[in-house]
């Protein structure tokens, strides 16, 4: 299965939110229910978000990094009291994420409408 795109939307008259999320950001939808996840239970770490997903801790850990590269995920460092520290995931705002979809899909229109205005037929 290949990554959802922007492309994806087009046509889909009431895209779910997940799913606006993983074709925007080119990000799986496991990936994109990482991010809802986290928003119900912030501040988690890879364990107790692998429980609430109920996936291996492998495959989250890097749904966690893909989101962190994309911006929609940040992580804090807490240390422990038995020594030691572990890292706490928090989803970005969704009012954030709203915005950066927003501001992703206006620079996608704006390429299509420029790839239109520049359409020129070859002449015969």
């Known amino acids: 299965m290949s990554d959802p795109e922007i492309e994806d939307l087009v046509g889909d008259t009431s ?68 020594g030691g520290y572990v890292y706490q995931y928090t989803a970005i705002p969704v009012p954030e994420a709203k915005r950066r979809l927003h501001d992703a899909l206006d620079e996608w229109v704006a390429d299509v409408h420029d790839a239109i205005d520049g359409f020129e037929p070859h002449e015969a």
């Open 15 to 82: 895209p779910s939110f997940e799913h606006v999320l993983s074709c925007v950001f080119g990000v799986r939808d496991h990936e994109s229910r990482a991010y809802l996840a986290l928003l119900e239970y912030p501040g988690s770490t890879v364990s107790e978000l692998a429980d609430a997903l109920d996936r291996d801790r492998s495959n989250v850990n890097r749904s966690l990094s893909t989101l962190r590269e994309k911006g929609l995920v940040e992580r804090r460092r807490r240390l422990l009291d038995s």
